[in-house]
Structure formats: C-alpha cells, structure tokens
C-alpha cells in the first residue's frame, strides 16, 4: 500500500500526521467518529454523511473488503474517510475490491496511520468540528485558513445534493419481481439507504422513490398508500420544501419518518431541533420504547436531534397530540414520535439496519399495519 504521508488538520488547530488512503488531494468536512465494529461499506455508501468526514473507532477497517451488493446508495458522498489501520490484503468470498482501492476509484481522500482514540475522545470531549485532510500542503497556518473559509453543516441544504433526479421504482435483482404486492409506498428521497426500499419490498410493498423537491401534488397523484420520508444530511431547517410537502401530506396519507424524516416531521408538528454536540454514529445506541419498556440496540447516524417538549412526553400540535414513543438510554434524546390524530409515527434510529439484529423490524409492521387501516 502506497506510503505517501498525509495530514488531518482540525478547526482548533490540533494536528494528526499519517498516511495517505484513497485518492490523493485535499478533503474539507465536519469530522465525527462511528462506533461500529463492522459494516464500513454501509458507512461509506450512507448518503447522510454528506458533508462530513468519518472516524472509525474499530482500529483495523477493511479486512473483508468491498462488493457490489452492500452498497447502501449509487455513490459515495462522504467528504473524508480516518483510520487507525486499513488492512491492505482483504479475505472474503464476496470482496472484489480492496477497501484502499474502493476509495481511490471512488475520489474519496482518506487518512490512516493515525491515534484515532485520541481523536475520538478529542471531538467527545470538545465536540464536533470542520477538519480537512491534505496529501498535498502541510503547511498548517494554510490548512486552518481553508478550514475556516469552508461552510458548516448548519444552516446548509444537503438534501439537494444526495436526493436523485428521477422518480424510479425499486427493483430488487435478488427477489421474485412477480408476486403480488399489497400496498404502494412513496418514498421522498432525502439521501435514502437502500437498505430502507429492500426493507418496504420484503414487506410486500411496491416501492416508487421520488426527488425531494416533488410536490405534494404529485405524489397524490401516484395514488400512494403511504409515504416513508427517508434519511438524509445536514439540517433539517435547511430543508423548508419537504417540511411543506410533510404538511400537505399529514392526515392524507399514512406518514413513516426515519432519521431526518424524523427531524423534518417534528418541526412540521411544531417541535424544535437542536444540534447535538458530537452526534449519534454507530451500530450500538440503546433505544427503550416507552410503551413497552423495551431496549432495542440500534444503529444511528445524525447530528442533529429534536427538542423533548417542555412538560411530559406529549405536546399540542396544530394536528392534535404528539407523544414521545422512544428515547435514547445514553442522553434521553427524542428517538421515537407519534400522532394520535394522524396516521403518522417516525424514529430518529434505522430500522433497516440491524444492530440487534432484530429489535426495530416492528417498526415496518407497524407501517404496514397502519396503511391497512386507513385503506
């Protein structure tokens, strides 16, 4: 494996020297740090991590290598990838491609060879911040000047650059294209995993995915029996088109939020969200259901969470009561809401993800229970 050095520069000026992984050049991102064992090509194919460069805590990444069927999206959209070691001689029936090649075919600048514990509890202790990674100027007054210069995820609309272009249709090569499906799903793409569509068609549901910024309009017109608002980057506020959409749905059709379609349904019900100081990424987050005390182990990937409601687990919402159904064990943050109105739920976890690896597979029963109902 190439030995060209490389550099990580963060916002406070701390500075990492290593080598180079992946393509050469220089990477600017928000830097975070992902808790999981395993699954890094999920990880690398995640549209959510769109603006942000990922740590891994497991401190040798790659050892399985990289195949065609576990891409979670159509590209790469991470900013930068960080690791203690990257295993140069990949063992796996199904790899097909090493982890350090993956990357440069991918234009993904990456860096190893650095204390990676050091800098994980560097951003747990001071919070998360813009980095840049450079194979080409190591001068580190320049490298803070470009970091400085760069915009955050805050107030920035990301979905625009994840979401696809086209309405499309899920197609799972590995399933029987011609049993009967029972219901018709949309799906608003905010950086969707595709993990999420397999989920809805092992459901026996057909799957339309549409742009973010479809209108409301069109989607009544493909006649849905419910819409999923998908995963995606970035700051919900930044993303006013789809919480207008959300508005035009709610009460209409059955609504099924995850992650960011969790953010952006709470500020449509006239909640709040707030920045979180490093983020929740990784594949062991304890979740406990409120209604029936149980804890699921789930996996989560954003930044950005919703504000509890200042009395109780419920709050007043211009589409009648909203109840808190789920909260995170390790900081009591909102990962579950309901409507008791509406036919509309969500959580801020991914249940298509399987950590548990079970726990949060209810959650499409659920779905599909409440679109029989509202038929």
């Known amino acids: ?3 060209k050095k490389a550099i990580l520069v963060l916002a406070d000026g701390i ?16 830097v975070v740090f992902n808790t999981s ?14 603006g942000q460069m990922v740590v891994m805590t497991y401190p040798l990444i790659g050892n399985y290598g990289i195949n065609q069927k576990d891409y979670e999206s159509r590209k790469l959209f991470l900013e930068g990838f960080i690791t203690k070691e990257c295993s140069p001689f990949p063992s796996n029936w199904r790899s097909q491609i090493s982890l350090d ?10 860096i190893q060879g650095i204390d990676t514990r050091r800098l994980t509890t560097h951003i747990r202790d001071c919070g998360v911040q813009q980095g840049i990674i450079s194979t080409t100027d190591f001068d580190i007054a320049s490298l803070i000047q470009k970091i400085q210069a760069s915009p955050g995820l805050a107030g920035s609309d990301l979905v625009k650059t994840v979401t696809c272009s086209d309405v499309y249709e899920w197609q799972d090569v590995d399933k029987d294209l011609k049993e009967s499906k029972r219901y018709k799903v949309v799906v608003y793409d905010c950086g969707v995993k595709y993990n999420i569509l397999r989920k809805l068609r092992d459901a026996g549901c057909s799957v339309l995915v549409v742009p973010a910024h479809t209108p409301v309009q069109t989607v009544f017109d493909m006649n849905p029996d419910g819409v999923v608002l998908s995963n995606g980057p970035g700051d919900p506020e930044a993303v006013p088109y789809m919480i207008e959409n959300i508005k035009g749905l709610l009460g209409k059709k059955p609504v099924f939020g995850i992650c ?17 100081k490093f983020g929740h990424h990784g594949g062991n987050q304890p979740v406990i259901d409120l209604a029936t005390k149980k804890v699921e182990i789930t996996a989560q990937n954003h930044n950005f969470a919703v504000t ?19 909260l995170n064990l390790n900081d009591k943050s909102v990962e579950g809401l309901r409507c008791h109105s509406i036919p509309a739920f969500s959580v801020q976890y991914h ?8 726990d949060a597979t209810y959650l499409f029963e659920q779905f599909i229970e409440m679109m029989k109902h509202e038929r």
Do not use: C, W
């Not at 969790?262 to 019900?269: E, G, I, M, V």
């Open 1 to 3: 494996m190439d030995k």
């Open 15 to 30: 500075v990492f020297k290593g080598f180079s992984l992946g393509a050469s050049g220089e990477a600017i991102g928000e």
């Open 37 to 50: 064992t395993m699954g890094y090509q999920e990880i690398l194919t995640d549209p959510s991590y769109k």
């Open 101 to 110: 090649d993956f990357l440069k075919k991918n234009g993904v600048i990456g």
């Open 260 to 276: 960011l379609g969790h953010q952006l349904l709470a500020l449509t019900l006239g909640l709040k969200t707030y920045k979180l």
């Open 308 to 326: 509890s409601p200042s009395q109780g687990t419920r709050q007043k919402s211009p589409y009648g009561d909203v109840e808190i159904t789920h």
């Open 351 to 358: 249940p298509e993800a399987s950590p548990g690896p079970h």
